[in-house]
């Protein structure tokens, strides 16, 4: 069974201060794909990065960065010089592709979600 | 285009009271899903559609049917609602050519 933990259940940080939120995964398939999702005070999911177990290069997106590794089974997410607006719910989810290189009909697995407070 | 919708966004029942939480899509998706997220436990999937015509159980499926009307919409019911069923209920949507999943805004039900 897919398992994914988010052992940090929150953070708060000062604006500028960089954080990694950590996520660390269980699954027994070859093939699948890891997400990250932000959830603002709003309450709406925002799909922030997706990656595939195949594909291990780490990834920049301005302030975001991805950390994939898979000897260690995890894929944490730092952003850099955090801002008020980084206040949010994240959650790390992982989902298997039901066959190789087929879909994985989205079955998401989350984590418990990761609270990040920065303040001001 | 509005990506996914959900109706209500809130709904307070009384235990034993039915209802169905509507969801619609218009980006010509082939998979939906329904969710439920609780303090603390993340999302879970309650049932899915990985194509019109078929539903798969999820997770946490007791308490619940689902009916995939067409391939836009996918309907959640409960037909007994319990207290256990308080929760946000996220429906979405999968675009299998990138294999992301994409959120509407969610249902807030309190059953008491």
């Known amino acids: 069974a897919q398992k994914v933990t988010q052992a940090q259940t929150e953070i708060s940080v000062v604006e500028k201060e960089d954080v990694t939120l950590d996520c660390v995964y269980e699954?027994?398939?070859?093939?699948?794909?890891l997400f990250w999702y932000k959830q603002p005070p709003s309450g709406e999911l925002v799909f922030l990065i997706r990656?595939?177990?195949?594909?291990?290069q780490n990834e920049i997106s301005g302030r975001y960065s991805w950390n994939f590794q898979k000897s260690t089974s995890s894929f944490n997410f730092t952003i850099t010089a955090s801002q008020v607006v980084d206040s949010a719910v994240y959650f790390c989810?992982?989902?298997?592709?039901?066959?190789?290189?087929?879909?994985?009909?989205?079955?998401?697995?989350f984590g418990q979600g990761t609270i990040l407070t920065v303040h001001p | 285009n509005a990506g996914v919708t959900q109706t209500p966004k809130f709904q307070v029942l009384k235990t034993g009271q039915s209802m169905t939480l509507q969801c619609a899509q218009d980006?010509?998706?082939?998979?939906m899903y329904w969710y439920r997220q609780d303090p603390g436990m993340g999302l879970r999937l309650i049932y899915y559609?990985?194509?019109?015509?078929?539903?798969d159980k999820g997770e946490v499926p007791n308490g619940y049917n689902v009916s995939r009307l067409n391939k836009r919409e996918f309907s959640l019911r409960l037909e007994s609602a319990a207290p256990s069923q308080t929760s946000v209920y996220f429906c979405?949507?999968?675009?299998?050519?990138?294999?992301?999943?994409?959120f509407g805004p969610g249902t807030r039900l309190t059953v008491l």
């Open positions: 989810a992982l989902s298997e592709a039901n066959n190789a290189g087929g879909t994985s009909y989205g079955k998401l697995t």
């Open positions: 699954t027994r398939d070859t093939t699948y794909y």
């Open positions: 990656r595939n177990s195949f594909d291990e």
């Open positions: 980006m010509n998706h082939n998979s």
């Open positions: 559609s990985a194509s019109e015509g078929t539903t």
């Open positions: 979405a949507s999968n675009a299998i050519s990138t294999d992301t999943q994409y």
